[in-house]
């Protein structure tokens, strides 16, 4: 069974390691196809594992995200019209993520959106689930054009929303939303109770990191500070970010509406994680010593 890594990225350059994006033109759909990302062996486990309606691992890329993004989110009341994009990833609020637009529909997309406001609805696809219902903002905050008519960008996360029906399916999809919230605090101790939360969490990442790095045979170097002064919900999104290699479970805790929740499922899920490091890291030891 693979072990979980988290995994330092340098942060996405307009120039190297730019996912490509190309809907095959078998199926005319708009499920994309990200390169030069490879197939992480851990990733195959945590499909066993949910078949065994288990999660023993996981690995978890500490990608590059944001410590700002919108806070001032709109009313959950406001019903709006977006460019939908359908990608078999998961996008979080406050986190950066690198594209390279292929496809002459999303091209068109493209040429639209750096005309106007620049932002799109990035929504989790696979050919197993289909379609979600939840996604989240993409706001383009670089772009390359190239003299193919190719596009390189780089989106940050903003709001979530949950998809109320399409509205136009050419040249590429429109679909009409709502935003997403988490749920107010429900008492005077939930804001103490959730920074206990994001504590345990960030406690139980650090950890992660630590047995990784000695597993993989690096330094063990002592992991600074990863909530950069994050608030809780924040910090939750940018948890689940890291679980690269879960697209599902990125995706149910992209939907869940409360902070509290999000956090508690994330922090059962590094536990889990620490323990089959524990595990592997004894086993290592026995090995090496003998």
């Known amino acids: 069974m693979a072990f979980a890594q988290l995994i330092s990225s340098p942060p996405p350059s307009l120039s190297h390691n730019k996912p490509s994006i190309s809907a095959p033109a078998s199926t005319g759909s708009a499920f994309s196809s990200l390169c030069p990302r490879h197939p992480s062996p851990v990733a195959g486990e945590l499909q066993r594992g949910r078949r065994r309606r288990r999660s023993d691992s996981l690995q978890c890329c500490a990608s590059s995200f944001s410590e700002k993004h919108h806070t001032d989110s709109p009313s959950s009341d406001d019903v709006v019209e977006l460019p939908l994009f359908p990608l078999p990833m998961v996008l979080f609020p406050g ?46 905050v670089k772009h390359e054009r190239l003299v193919d008519d190719r596009f390189y960008i780089i989106c940050k996360g903003q709001e979530r929303f949950r998809v109320n029906r399409i509205v136009r399916t050419k040249p590429y999809l429109v679909a009409q939303v709502t935003w997403l919230e988490d749920r107010p605090f429900g008492d005077v101790g939930s804001g103490n109770d959730l ?30 500070d ?13 948890v689940g970010s890291t679980f690269e290699g879960a697209t599902r479970e990125q995706q149910a805790l992209l939907e869940l509406e409360d902070t509290a929740t999000r956090l508690k499922r994330e922090k059962e899920t590094l536990k889990n994680t620490l323990n089959y490091l524990s595990a592997a890291t004894a086993v290592k030891d026995v090995f090496s010593s003998s």
């Open 226 to 238: 990863l909530r950069r002064n994050l608030f809780p919900t924040p910090f939750s999104f940018f």
């Open 195 to 224: 920074e206990t939360l994001a504590s345990d969490v960030e406690t139980y990442m650090k950890n992660v990191i630590r047995l990784s790095n000695r597993l993989s045979g690096k330094p063990e170097k002592v992991v600074q």
């Open 95 to 140: 986190a950066i993520l690198p594209l390279q637009i292929i496809d002459f529909r999303y091209r068109m997309m493209m040429h639209t959106l750096l005309q106007t406001d620049l932002r799109f609805a990035v929504i989790y696809k696979d050919s197993v689930y289909g379609t979600a219902e939840v996604g989240c903002v993409g706001e383009i």
